[in-house]
Each structure stands twice: as structure tokens, then as C-alpha cells.
């Protein structure tokens, strides 16, 4: 008798402990993606020269400048690509440390998987379709935001997309109008000077 209940309490605490790790892996995964898309990647975009010479330049090659080159301006890049997936590790951790380490792991094998068009690499149909359904971005979609980078955006998850387009024009219309402001202002000096 007192084997069935120990046995039962053990059962449901493996399955909190599963049901906590599966929820801060997807939580770590949607709110790193999140933050990483909008804070970063998106305005990089618009203010910023590094990330697009990167990863949107003539001479892009995920392999060359990810493992092969030493740049540390390079190895920064990612890094600040990364840094909204590792701001959430202390607190993730006192939740679930399997589920925070598996979310991280998931993450970095997304980025090797959705370099490998470079390589020519096709998804098969079956996991495309899985893909598709889970909106989760393949290999084949990234490659769509290096060969231009005013769509696809997301980088692990696809509905990250539609509202990153619209920041991304938000943020280039508040970027013109205080070129102009800038440059109005600078005539006029120039006009009493």
C-alpha cells in the first residue's frame, strides 16, 4: 500500500518536473526570440551597419563568419543576438535548470539548422510541413531574410514576422524624420552663420 503511494508521488513529481522543464524551454525559446527580434535584430537593421554587412552583405557565408573568422566584432554579433536567451537564465534556472539548459541548447542547434541553406541544404517535405504548422523557421525562410532582409524576420519563430515588418517600418520612418529634423536644423545654422 504504502509502495503504491510512494509510487504515485513520485509519478506526479516526475510530471511536474517535465511539465515545468517543456514550459521554460518554449518560454526561454518564444521570449529570447521575442526580445532578440525587436530589440536587436530589428533595429540593427535600421541604426546599425554591423549585423547587415554580416549577414546581408555580398560576400556572406554563415560558415566563414560564424566559425572560420576570428573578428571578435563578429563573435560580438551573435553574442548580442544571444544575450536576450541568457538574460532569462536566473530566474529560468530556479524553475527549471533541465528546462532552461535543453531551451538553450534548442536555441543554438535553430541557429547551426538555419545557416545550412548556405550549404545548400533543402528541408525535407515532412519537416518542412511540421515546420510550417509549429511556425517554426527553417532553413530555406532564413535564407529568404539574407537575401532580403526587409522580410522573414523572426529567427526561431515565423509569427515574429508580420509585427517585426511593421517596427522595422515604424523605426525607419522615426530614422528619416530626424535625418530631416537634423538636416533642416543644420541649414538653418548654416543659413544665420
Not at 509510487?7 to 525559446?29: E, H
Not at 576570428?70 to 537564465?89: E, M, S, T, W
Not at 539574407?146 to 520612418?173: C, E, K, N
Request: aromatic fraction near 14%; charge should be positive.
Amino acid at each position: 500500500m504504502q509502495n503504491t503511494i510512494e509510487r504515485k508521488v513520485k509519478g506526479k513529481i516526475l510530471t511536474l518536473l517535465i511539465l515545468k522543464a517543456i514550459l521554460i524551454t518554449l518560454a526561454l525559446l518564444l521570449l529570447g526570440d521575442l526580445i532578440s527580434t525587436f530589440l536587436y535584430h530589428v533595429p540593427e537593421h535600421v541604426f546599425g551597419k554591423f549585423h547587415a554587412a554580416v549577414h546581408h552583405g555580398k560576400n556572406r557565408n554563415f560558415f566563414h563568419y560564424a566559425v572560420l573568422n576570428r573578428n571578435p566584432l563578429v563573435l560580438f554579433d551573435g553574442f548580442l543576438g544571444a544575450l536576450p536567451y541568457f538574460i532569462f537564465i536566473p530566474w529560468f534556472w530556479k524553475i527549471s535548470p533541465f528546462g532552461t539548459v535543453i531551451g538553450l541548447i534548442l536555441g543554438e542547434l535553430h541557429v547551426i539548422w538555419r545557416h545550412v541553406s548556405i550549404l545548400e541544404w533543402k528541408t525535407p517535405e515532412p519537416i518542412a510541413r511540421i515546420c510550417d504548422r509549429l511556425y517554426i523557421t527553417t532553413p530555406e525562410r532564413h535564407w529568404l531574410h539574407h537575401q532580403d532582409a526587409m522580410v522573414a524576420y523572426g529567427d526561431i519563430f515565423t509569427f515574429y514576422d508580420r509585427p517585426a515588418r511593421a517596427w522595422l517600418s515604424w523605426l525607419t520612418s522615426k530614422k528619416k524624420a530626424i535625418r530631416s529634423l537634423v538636416r533642416d536644423q543644420t541649414n538653418a545654422s548654416e543659413q544665420l552663420g
